[in-house]
Structure formats: C-alpha cells, structure tokens
C-alpha cells in the first residue's frame, strides 16, 4: 500500500497491488464489469451503465450507488477515462475535468499471472468529504487521513475478492 497527500487539495492517493495467478485477459472482465463491483466492494451497492452502454468504453458513463455507515447514502455518475483491454480501466467521478475522485485498475503481465493495481485520487472536485472538512477545517488532516486508511482496507479486500475470483475460473 502506498499513499501520498495530507490534504484533499492536495488530491491525496492510495494504491494497493496483489499478483494474480491467471493472465491478464482473465482478471480484465472481473475489473471492468461494474455490475460485479457491488459483490466486490464493501462500499458500492449498485452500479448500472447509463445512454444505452453496455460494456465499458472511452467517454462512457455509469451510475453508482454507495453506501458509508458514517457518511450515509450517495450516487454519483461516473466517466470511462481509460479502458485499454487487459492493461486498464479508470474513472473519474461527477466530472471529468474537475472530479470528486479519480480510480484505475492497472494489470500488468508478470511472472506468468498479472500484477494487479487499484489506485484512487481525491478531489480536486467537492465531495461529502470535502464538505466535512469545510465543517470542520481544523480536523483536515485526519479526515483525510482516515479516508486514506478505509479507501486501503478496502481497496486491499476488493483486490483479494478479484484474486479469488480470477484464480478459480
């Protein structure tokens, strides 16, 4: 796990990685299918392509529905900005220019399976998080601090259910 920023201004990051023992072209539709991501993630409850799309591609939109016991209920449209077959899919959230958050899933071709990443920035766009801390400016650092450490947990648990998932296929 790495990450980087105190701030959110900062557009603070985390990545975490795990190796996958089955080759990229494997691990790709478990990544870019977001009708599985709920089964995946601890945060994500549903997610439905949006304009008729079916399949991820560039400049395609989704909607996606979370859920935080701390910060409630939220949807938010995202936007496909990367989506290179067995290399990368990202998205960045609410709008492409100035984003609430930016997220890619990076596979890459080693020692026979695939390193796997998922790496997430913050901001530079408003979010719920951004609005606690415009609550509370003085608490900043440890808002996004504690941000970071839930976005690594569970990042880390996403990876390892792709892993699973992946190597038993």
């Given at each position: 796990?790495?990450?980087?920023?105190?701030?959110?201004?900062?557009?603070?990051?985390?990545?975490?990685?795990?190796?996958?023992?089955?080759?990229?072209?494997?691990?790709?539709?478990?990544?870019?299918?977001?009708?599985?991501?709920?089964?995946?993630?601890?945060?994500?409850?549903?997610?439905?392509?949006?304009?008729?799309?079916?399949?991820?591609?560039?400049?395609?939109?989704?909607?996606?529905?979370?859920?935080?016991?701390?910060?409630?209920?939220?949807?938010?449209?995202?936007?496909?900005?990367?989506?290179?077959?067995?290399?990368?899919?990202a998205w960045a959230v609410q709008d492409v220019a100035e984003p609430t958050a930016l997220w890619r899933f990076g596979l890459r071709a080693e020692r026979g399976g695939t390193e796997l990443t998922e790496w997430v920035r913050m901001g530079p766009g408003s979010?719920?998080?951004?609005?606690?801390?415009?609550?509370?400016?003085?608490?900043?650092?440890?808002?996004?601090?504690?941000?970071?450490?839930?976005?690594?947990?569970?990042?880390?648990?996403?990876?390892?259910?792709?892993?699973?998932?992946?190597?038993?296929?």
């Amino acid at each position: 796990m790495e990450w980087t920023g105190a701030r959110y201004a900062d557009g603070p990051t985390v990545e975490v990685r795990t190796w996958i023992d089955a080759p990229p072209e494997r691990v790709w539709p478990l990544v870019s299918d977001i009708a599985l991501m709920p089964e995946l993630s601890d945060e994500l409850r549903s997610a439905e392509w949006l304009d008729g799309a079916t399949k991820p591609a560039l400049g395609a939109r989704f909607l996606g529905r979370s859920r935080h016991d701390a910060l409630g209920e939220w949807s938010t449209t995202s936007y496909v900005v990367e989506c290179a077959p067995a290399r990368a899919f990202a998205w960045a959230v609410q709008d492409v220019a100035e984003p609430t958050a930016l997220w890619r899933f990076g596979l890459r071709a080693e020692r026979g399976g695939t390193e796997l990443t998922e790496w997430v920035r913050m901001g530079p766009g408003s979010s719920g998080l951004s609005r606690a801390i415009e609550r509370m400016p003085e608490k900043e650092q440890k808002i996004v601090f504690v941000r970071l450490r839930e976005f690594e947990r569970n990042m880390t648990a996403t990876l390892d259910r792709i892993k699973r998932l992946a190597e038993r296929n």
